[in-house]
C-alpha cells in the first residue's frame, strides 16, 4: 500500500506518529465541511430529508467497517464516555456481582462503571498487568466467574497498545450470561474488528482518531440485550414517526429500532456528518488491514536500530499504536528534547512512550524517531 500523505493536511517537515491522540485534517473532510457550510449559507432552511438520509448512510457506512449486517443497531453518539453510559444505564447489576475492567483503563472506559458498582453494591475488579509469564487475556479469562455481570475492556489497551482476545472473553462472558463492553475509540478503522464473530452487547468508538472525523463525534454499535433498552436522553428525532414533522406533537412513546434510540439528539449535525462520510469512505476503500501491514513495515524499518537499544517490540501489540518501554540508558527528559529538536511528535502514558503510526507516515520519520531513541542514550 503506497503512503497517503497527500491526503492529509501535515505541515512540512513534520513527522506526525501521533494518531492515537487525534487524526490530523482529513483534506476530504475538511472539503466537506466547506461544502456544507457553502449549501447553509445559500438555504435558509434544511429540508426534512437532510435529517436522515445523510444519517443513514453514515450508519450504514460504519456498520460495513465493522462487518455489521444493520445499520439500524448503530447508534451516533458525541463521545465515547456517551456510549459507554447508556450501556451502564441498561446493563442489569446486583450487589455482590462484579464488572471486570484493566489496568490503567481509559477513564472514559472506567468511570461509569466505578459509579454503577457503588450505587448497586457491586464490585469493580481491576485485572493487572502481568509482570511474569502468562498473557493479559488469560488473567481476564481466569477473572470471569458466575458472579460476573460485565467485562468492560478495549480491543487494545490505549497506552501499550496489547490486543486483548475478544474472542475468547466472548465465549467465556457467554458461559456465564455476562455482558461484553468494547471501547474500540484505538482500533476501530485501524485494526480489524468483526462484530459477527465477536458479537459484542455494546462496541463504543470516538471518532476523531482513527475514524478521521471531527472531535466531537462517535459511534456506537448495540447487541440484541440492548434493544429495548431506554436511552440516555428522550429526544424527538428518535422516536417512531419522527420522519413526519406534522406529528411531532402526537407524542408517540415508542422508540425507533434497535440502536436508532441511543442516539445522541441532533445527531443530524450538518457540518460534521458530511466530514464523518469523508473519514468512513476512506476507511471503508482501503480497510483496517492495508493499515496494519503499512504501519507493520514502518516498524520493521527500524528494528535493527530498535534492537541495538535494547528496545523489544512484543508479538501481542497492534502496529499503528505501540507502547515503548525505555531502557535505563535512555533518559526520557532528553528524549523530549531530541523528538521535539528533530519535529516528531509522539505521546507520553505514563513511563511509556506511545508511537502512534498511520498511513501518512514514511520510513524516514520513524527512522527520525530512532535518531532521538540514539541521541537521548548517548549513542552517537
Known sequence: MECLADLFSLQPGEAYLN?????PQLKAAADAARAALRW??????????????????????FSKLINGEDPDRVALIPAASYGIATAAKNLPLRRGQHIIVVQDQ????????????????ATLRTIARPDGS???????????????AAV??????????TV???????????????????????SIGAYPFDVQRIRPDALIAGGYKWLLGPYGCGYAYYGPRMDDGIPLEENWINRAGSHDFTRLADYQHAYRPLAARYSVGEHSNFIAVPMQQAGLDLLNRYGPSALQAYTRNLWDSIGGELGELDIELSGDRAHHLIGLRLPSSVNMASLKQELERRDVSVSYRGDLVRVSPSWYNRPEEMHRLAEALRAAGGRS
Do not use: K
Open 19 to 23: 494518531g492515537a491522540s487525534r487524526s
Open 134 to 148: 502468562g498473557t493479559w487475556s488469560e488473567r481476564v479469562l481466569e477473572a470471569i466467574d458466575e458472579n460476573t
Open 106 to 121: 481509559f477513564p472514559s472506559n472506567y468511570y461509569a462503571w466505578h459509579r454503577l458498582c457503588a450505587d448497586a453494591g
Open 40 to 61: 447553509r449559507e445559500e438555504n435558509s432552511g434544511m429540508p426534512i430529508e437532510a435529517f436522515f438520509g445523510p444519517v443513514e448512510q453514515l450508519r450504514r457506512s
Open 164 to 186: 486483548f482476545d475478544l474472542e475468547a472473553i466472548r465465549e467465556r462472558t457467554d458461559a456465564f450470561g455476562a455482558w461484553l463492553i468494547v471501547d474500540g475509540t484505538q
Open 152 to 161: 468492560a475492556i478495549a480491543q487494545l489497551h490505549w497506552s501499550d497498545g
